[in-house]
């Protein structure tokens, strides 16, 4: 029954929790067990903190036995990427600067999971400091991917897409800068939303560029992300970025009728230079969306062909900032790869940052004016398939190109832009799932949740699953 369990979903497991099926107890006892014997061969887990999850699984338990159940993630195990301040408890950012780390207050996002009674497991492996998307820490080990080993998770979430698709946590929180939600999501088999832009506060989450950062699910299926949404999404004062824009009823919003909606391809530059395994599955479910009753309509942004420079010029000098000190005074302590990125990020003028802005503001512009016609727009997450551990390149139709700026291409406009997007399974290619793009208007996750929706239930990984699974 262990094996069976841990492979349920949110709210498989929740349901189980309210009818006093199965206590918090045992099941984050299971999970304990279960994450010793997986994380030696994930490395999914940085840190595990196992006598904090059974006090919170113990009294979660007494809760409920006393008539307090307080919803879905009550008694419910899951893990946090390593940004992600949890008061008390050593914050790394998977770096050998912060190794040491403890925040005196939790980030809003886990005093609402506290809140609704989720058990903390542990803090999640991560890319030193959210920066690169393939999870190969010099500091605390590369992480795994649960289809293939010898594959990088992406990143920089890769220790959450990891911990979530082997089943060593049953959700868990990633960090969107650049598309470090979306891209492991994808290349894990999971759901992965990146919500509005001040949508989910920030507070207490370790920067990498303040305005591209985006905390968002990363889940099972789609239900277990909108509810996540249900918990975290809202107005923070900490947080000076944050929106007060009322929620919508996320989990509500799952009907799978897509019916009418208009979908939105960019050809020139969502479908340029896109593996052809990965190019036909995003078609197929472009083809099965317009069977159901969508229709599909044709745009054109032209301030996309300098999204890419853009989204660089800003992150880059908005992140070099962030670290200056610590570039200045102890730039060996910083692993090789990140290093040359921030040191890079110096390099930058005022006037590249500023061109950089003005790019976005076109691009805001343009997605506005698209979204006037579609409801959302469809695209692959990434033009290729995930290289192996220790692999810096990755083959398109023939062509070595690198991996860091060919796995952000398609998923960094909407941290520019600040629109929601998200990453759901397509299908399976070359033995490994490949993600499917979704990006909606600001502030309607709803949407782009429910079209999500609609192609889980297509069931597009028709029964594959991760060779390390419980």
Same mark, same amino acid.
């Given at each position: 029954?262990?094996?069976?369990?841990?492979?349920?979903?949110?709210?498989?497991?929740?349901?189980?929790?309210?009818?006093?099926?199965?206590?918090?107890?045992?099941?984050?006892?299971?999970?304990?067990?279960?994450?010793?014997?997986?994380?030696?061969?994930?490395?999914?887990?940085?840190?595990?903190?196992?006598?904090?999850?059974?006090?919170?699984?113990?009294?979660?338990?007494?809760?409920?036995?006393?008539?307090?159940?307080?919803?879905?993630?009550?008694?419910?195990?899951?893990?946090?990427?390593?940004?992600?301040?949890?008061?008390?408890?050593?914050?790394?950012?998977?770096?050998?600067?912060?190794?040491?780390?403890?925040?005196?207050?939790?980030?809003?996002?886990?005093?609402?999971?506290?809140?609704?009674?989720?058990?903390?497991?542990?803090?999640?492996?991560?890319?030193?400091?959210?920066?690169?998307?393939?999870?190969?820490?010099?500091?605390?080990?590369?992480?795994?991917?649960?289809?293939?080993?010898?594959?990088?998770?992406? =990143?920089?979430?890769?220790?959450?897409?990891?911990?979530?698709?082997?089943?060593?946590?049953?959700?868990?929180?990633?960090?969107?800068?650049?598309?470090?939600?979306?891209?492991?999501?994808?290349?894990? =088999?999971?759901?992965?939303?990146?919500?509005?832009?001040?949508?989910?506060?920030?507070?207490?989450?370790?920067?990498?560029?303040?305005?591209?950062?985006?905390?968002?699910?990363?889940?099972?299926?789609?239900?277990?992300?909108?509810?996540?949404?249900?918990?975290?999404?809202?107005?923070?004062?900490?947080?000076?970025?944050?929106?007060?824009?009322?929620?919508?009823?996320?989990?509500?919003?799952?009907?799978?009728?897509?019916?009418?909606?208009?979908?939105?391809?960019?050809?020139?530059?969502?479908?340029?230079?896109?593996?052809?395994?990965?190019?036909?599955?995003?078609?197929?479910?472009?083809?099965?969306?317009?069977?159901?009753?969508?229709?599909?309509?044709?745009?054109?942004?032209?301030?996309?062909?300098?999204?890419?420079?853009?989204?660089?010029?800003?992150?880059?000098?908005?992140?070099?900032?962030?670290?200056?000190?610590?570039?200045?005074?102890?730039?060996?302590?910083?692993?090789?790869?990140?290093?040359?990125?921030?040191?890079?990020?110096?390099?930058?003028?005022?006037?590249?940052?500023?061109?950089?802005?003005?790019?976005?503001?076109?691009?805001?512009?343009?997605?506005?004016?698209?979204?006037?016609?579609?409801?959302?727009?469809?695209?692959?997450?990434?033009?290729?398939?995930?290289?192996?551990?220790?692999?810096?390149?990755?083959?398109?139709?023939?062509?070595?190109?690198?991996?860091?700026?060919?796995?952000?291409?398609?998923?960094?406009?909407?941290?520019?832009? =600040?629109?929601?997007?998200?990453?759901?399974?397509?299908?399976?290619?070359?033995?490994?799932?490949? =993600?499917?793009?979704?990006?909606?208007?600001?502030?309607?996750?709803?949407?782009?949740?429910?079209?999500?929706?609609?192609?889980?239930?297509?069931?597009?990984?028709?029964?594959?699953?991760?060779?390390?699974?419980?």
């Amino acid at each position: 029954m262990s094996k069976e369990l841990l492979e349920l979903s949110v709210l498989q497991v929740a349901d189980l929790i309210e009818k006093k099926e199965i206590s918090p107890v045992e099941l984050t006892n299971t999970m304990l067990d279960y994450i010793e014997k997986s994380n030696e061969q994930t490395n999914a887990y940085i840190s595990i903190t196992a006598d904090q999850a059974r006090q919170s699984a113990q009294r979660a338990e007494q809760q409920i036995m006393d008539g307090l159940y307080k919803g879905v993630f009550h008694g419910v195990p899951l893990a946090l990427k390593d940004n992600i301040y949890h008061g008390g408890e050593v914050t790394t950012m998977a770096s050998k600067i912060h190794r040491d780390f403890v925040s005196e207050h939790d980030a809003t996002v886990v005093a609402q999971l506290r809140d609704a009674g989720a058990v903390f497991t542990g803090k999640l492996n991560m890319h030193e400091y959210a920066w690169g998307i393939d999870n190969d820490s010099p500091h605390f080990g590369a992480v795994h991917n649960p289809w293939n080993p010898k594959r990088v998770p992406g =990143g920089s979430s890769g220790g959450s897409g990891a911990a979530v698709a082997a089943h060593s946590s049953y959700i868990s929180l990633g960090t969107d800068t650049a598309g470090s939600i979306r891209i492991p999501s994808a290349a894990c =088999g999971i759901v992965g939303l990146k919500p509005t832009h001040g949508r989910v506060s920030k507070f207490g989450v370790y920067p990498l560029a303040w305005t591209l950062d985006h905390v968002g699910p990363m889940a099972k299926t789609v239900a277990d992300a909108a509810a996540l949404m249900e918990v975290i999404a809202g107005f923070d004062p900490n947080d000076p970025t944050s929106a007060n824009v009322p929620a919508d009823g996320y989990l509500e919003a799952l009907s799978g009728d897509v019916k009418g909606l208009r979908i939105g391809i960019i050809e020139d530059y969502f479908f340029h230079n896109v593996d052809s395994g990965i190019e036909k599955l995003i078609r197929e479910r472009l083809q099965d969306l317009e069977n159901e009753g969508a229709e599909v309509v044709s745009l054109s942004l032209p301030a996309l062909r300098y999204a890419e420079w853009a989204e660089l010029a800003v992150s880059l000098v908005e992140a070099a900032t962030i670290h200056h000190r610590d570039l200045v005074k102890r730039a060996d302590d910083f692993g090789n790869d990140i290093r040359f990125l921030f040191e890079l990020g110096e390099l930058f003028s005022g006037i590249d940052y500023l061109q950089g802005q003005q790019v976005r503001r076109a691009l805001k512009l343009q997605f506005a004016e698209a979204f006037d016609d579609v409801d959302v727009i469809l695209a692959p997450v990434m033009p290729c398939q995930v290289p192996d551990i220790g692999v810096e390149t990755v083959d398109i139709n023939g062509q070595t190109l690198d991996f860091i700026m060919e796995g952000i291409r398609f998923t960094g406009p909407s941290n520019l832009t =600040g629109l929601p997007a998200l990453s759901v399974p397509a299908g399976m290619s070359d033995g490994m799932p490949i =993600g499917l793009q979704l990006i909606g208007d600001a502030f309607d996750e709803a949407t782009i949740l429910n079209v999500a929706y609609a192609i889980e239930l297509m069931n597009p990984l028709a029964g594959h699953a991760p060779v390390i699974k419980p």
